[in-house]
């Protein structure tokens, strides 16, 4: 009997994160061997990770699988799956945007979609959120191009843009832009203490807090949250009892579980100057917002794209509490940036109608970058599949 089985797998940047990408037909039909492939593949469960392909941290321990789509609007299926570090569980809840950015360009250098210079349009069928994304990549001699002068905080350097739409992306897995039909939500803590709240679905569920409502500015940093664990916890009360009110919450022979992942929660603030992770400085002028989100337990060092397009869609929604914190630019010209932990993210959005019943988000795009680190084959105990 062999030791190892070998599977191909491609590493890839996409955005500020990194994902192991796989072909859906090289990956075991049984979901349960699937998954046990899946875990041995990112060498969880363990903090560190060390035997094999994760990083250690929320934004590198995630996974693409990718097929040709039988659609018609599509291209390429994509499921996305966060992947537990020191817990052997596999999130397939929600999607991220930013590995998103990165399946076109896998896309085109596999042979699946074909390449048309200088752009190829690559539709893609998210399966997480049953969602069209849209991406235009530069291309040259049949493979996405890399290299370019687009430049994005939390990632060095600089690389060809890649342009992200997500047309109809409200309602993403609620159905509803607002899934409460309330503008404001409070929630009561289990201290007492009630908590003004915006729950807002646009391309990811997400619950909004304002930091002064929680004794926070909004421009801290994730190593706040460290040094200070309290605001984490609270924030994760704050989520779960927001899952409740949205209906993301599922039982399973009366066991209750939460995602860990969907709803994502935000704390967002008026613009002010601060020091990104590197050190460098943010100005007030440059940014309409700031906003901090957690991600799979800690407060994330960027900031994820799907949540990055509902916060900026729930900000041009007149009565939510970003909307009470957004700069009176962005209201005017449909254009948020937000100030997150490494610099500065942009998001072209458009929100049409007048009320709780008639809003909708009609635009939403980002810019982002990607990039093939690596591909071969990652080896996997051959016990695994037979256990």
């Given at each position: ?38 875990l ?17 941290d ?64 690559v ?69 007492g203490?009630k ?48 899952a ?90 449909g ?21 709780v ?31």
């Amino acid at each position: 009997m062999r030791e190892y089985e070998k599977i191909k797998a491609v590493i890839m940047r996409g955005g500020t994160s990194k994902a192991v990408f796989i072909m859906e037909n090289d990956l075991p039909r049984d979901s349960a061997t699937r998954d046990k492939v899946i875990l041995s593949i990112f060498g969880s469960p363990d903090i560190r990770q060390i035997d094999g392909l994760g990083g250690a941290d929320p934004l590198t321990s995630k996974l693409a699988i990718i097929k040709p789509s039988l659609r018609n609007d599509a291209d390429v299926d994509y499921t996305f799956a966060y992947i537990g570090i020191n817990k052997a569980e596999i999130d397939y809840v929600g999607n991220c945007g930013n590995i998103s950015s990165a399946v076109g360009p896998y896309a085109i250098d596999e042979g699946l979609v074909q390449a048309i210079e200088p752009y190829t349009t690559v539709k893609i069928y998210n399966t997480n959120t049953k969602k069209i994304i849209l991406a235009e990549i530069h291309v040259r001699d049949g493979k996405a191009l890399i290299s370019g002068g687009y430049c994005i905080d939390g990632v060095p350097g600089t690389g060809a843009k890649i342009s992200l739409s997500f047309p109809n992306a409200q309602g993403s897995l609620t159905g509803k832009l607002l899934p409460t039909g309330h503008l404001i939500d409070e929630i009561v803590l289990e201290d007492g203490r009630k908590i003004r709240t915006s729950m807002v679905d646009a391309a990811a569920p997400a619950i909004y807090i304002k930091a002064v409502d929680i004794g926070l500015t909004g421009a801290e940093l994730p190593q706040d949250f460290v040094v200070n664990p309290k605001h984490l916890a609270l924030v994760e009360e704050i989520r779960v009892k927001g899952a409740e009110i949205m209906g993301l919450i599922k039982y399973n022979n009366g066991l209750r579980i939460v995602s860990s992942a969907i709803p994502k929660v935000a704390i967002v603030g008026k613009a002010q100057s601060y020091k990104t992770i590197s050190g460098t400085e943010v100005s007030e002028s440059d940014i309409d917002m700031v906003a901090r989100t957690k991600a799979l337990g800690v407060i994330h060092k960027a900031y994820a794209i799907t949540g990055g397009i509902c916060t900026a869609a729930a900000a041009m929604i007149q009565g939510t509490v970003l909307n009470e914190v957004l700069s009176p630019e962005a209201i005017k010209n449909g254009v948020v940036r937000l100030g997150h932990p490494s610099g500065i993210m942009e998001f072209d959005v458009k929100i049409e109608g007048s009320s709780v019943d008639t809003f909708e988000l009609t635009k939403a795009t980002v810019g982002r970058t990607a990039r093939r680190i690596m591909d071969g084959s990652v080896y996997i105990p051959s016990e695994i599949y037979w256990k």
